[in-house]
Structures are given as C-alpha cells and as structure tokens.
C-alpha cells in the first residue's frame, strides 16, 4: 500500500471513529425519552434521563463531538422522527420544552468546554476530576440548560420567569443528582482507560 493511500485510510478510520460517537450520544439521547417520563405537577415539561445522557456526552466527549450528537438528536426531531418525550418531533420544538431542548447544545458545549482535562493519577486526581466534572456540569447541564429552558417557555406561555422557574424547581434536585451520577461515572471511566 501506497503511503498516499495508507494516509488516507488512517484519515478515512480516524473520520469514522470521531463520528460513531455522536451518533451512539444521539442515539442514546433518543433511548432516554423513549425510557419515559415523569410528569412533575405545575410544569409541562416532564423528567427524563435526557439531561443525565447530555451531561455524560459533555464529560465522555470533545466539545465538537459533544455538540455534534446533540445536533443531530434536534435534526432528527425537527425533521419528524418521535425522539423527544412522549414521542414528540417537530412541533416539540415549539412548545413549552422547546428552550431546554434548544439549551441542550449550548449546555453540552459549555459543560464539554469547562471540564478541563481529565486525571487518572490515582484517587486523589479522580476525585478532583470528578468535582471539575460536576462544577462543569451545574454551569452548563443545569443553569445554561434552565435558563433556556425557563426563557422560552415563559416567552410561549407568558407566564412570567420567575414563576416558570419557582415551577420547575421539582427538577433541580432530580438535576443535580444527574450531574453528581455523571460526573462520579465519567471520572470513574476515566481512571479505567
């Protein structure tokens, strides 16, 4: 094989790989909604494992990577296919979960950008990973995601945003497990390469 043709099969393998990860992120994205849901009273957004799927993707995953499942998780719901809860697809982009699902991608890539790098030097840097991962987590699988969420849906609902979000307080503690699961899980991962 010709050194040319060596160097485009490395790109070409190199290219495959890079991309079956935001696919199987995607993927995943979809499984957590068709997992089910839990209504929370006084909200119409209900709780999946979507947030804890976009938290992992965020730690597991570059920011490009990262982003790139949660793109292609809303194209395929925008282009029709029921991947969002309750077998919603395009009209869930215009209803009242629409802003979480839209701070979905900024809050994958703050989360993937602000993790840092990753330690497996023992305990004591898995530990400190494991923090930077769930400080990363709160600032974008949370607040960045919340405040999307909470924006739009006050803008489509017209109630005002601080009662959306004195609503949606039901998901906080639900989130910040999500994140403290996440984060623990990606260092645990980590120290396992």
Same mark, same amino acid.
């Given at each position: 094989m010709s050194t040319k043709a060596l160097a485009l099969a490395t790109q070409i393998r190199h290219l495959a790989s890079g991309a079956v990860r935001p696919v199987a992120f995607a993927l995943l994205l979809w499984a957590a909604t068709a997992a089910g849901e839990i209504p929370i009273p006084g909200t119409p957004v209900p709780i999946t494992l979507q947030t %804890? *799927?976009?938290? #992992? &993707? &965020? /730690? #597991? @995953?570059?920011?490009?990577? &990262? +982003?790139?499942? *949660? !793109? @292609?998780? @809303?194209? !395929? $719901? &925008? !282009? +029709?296919?029921? *991947?969002?809860? +309750? $077998? =919603?697809?395009? #009209?869930? /982009? @215009? =209803?009242?979960?629409? =802003? %979480? /699902?839209? $701070?979905? /991608?900024? +809050? *994958?890539i703050v989360t993937a950008m602000l993790k840092g790098r990753g330690r497996a030097d023992g305990a004591a840097g898995t530990a400190l990973t494991a923090l930077r991962y769930f400080a990363a987590t709160l600032v974008g699988g949370v607040a960045v995601v919340y405040f999307f969420g909470f924006t739009f849906q006050s803008a489509l609902t017209g109630v005002p945003f601080m009662t959306v979000a004195t609503a949606s307080m039901g998901f906080v503690v639900g989130d910040l497990i999500k994140a403290a699961v996440a984060s623990l899980t990606a260092a645990g991962l980590l120290r396992l390469r």
């Open positions: %804890f *799927v976009v938290m #992992m &993707a &965020a /730690l #597991m @995953l570059s920011w490009r990577q &990262a +982003g790139a499942a *949660v !793109a @292609l998780y @809303l194209a !395929a $719901g &925008a !282009a +029709g296919l029921p *991947v969002f809860a +309750g $077998g =919603g697809s395009t #009209m869930s /982009l @215009l =209803g009242p979960s629409a =802003g %979480f /699902l839209i $701070g979905f /991608l900024p +809050g *994958v």
